[in-house]
């Protein structure tokens, strides 16, 4: 199963995690975000439901996408955007679009204030 793993992640974290893969070690496919609020503004309830109807299926239509999501395309159009501008899913060349994960798994911590 290929995983996607998401979370809230400290700039000195994601230094050492591109440090270990110019070494060569793997890291798997992570998506950071700096902060708890950052990524709720991108991964609102829509777009992740847009990411889960994405897993496991390869390059879709976003027209295909919308109707099987029982949305507006514009809509869905506009969630491709913004998951594509942060870096979590890929465009191919006909429009297609693609989320080449079957799951995802998140990861933060939430500290006092």
Do not use: C
């Amino acid at each position: 199963m290929r995983t996607a793993y998401i979370g809230v992640t400290a700039t000195n974290d994601v230094n050492a995690r591109a440090k270990a893969a110019f070494k060569g070690t793997a890291q798997g496919m992570r998506i950071s975000f700096a902060s708890l609020e950052l990524m709720h503004r991108i991964l609102t309830p829509n777009r992740w439901g847009v990411l889960q109807a994405m897993m496991g299926r390869g390059d879709i239509g976003v027209r295909e996408l919308a109707r099987a999501l029982h949305r507006n395309v514009t809509a869905v159009r506009t969630d491709i955007a913004v998951l594509a501008n942060a870096g979590l899913i890929v465009r191919a060349d006909n429009g297609a679009v693609a989320f080449p994960y079957d799951a995802v798994r998140v990861d933060f911590v939430v500290k006092a204030a």
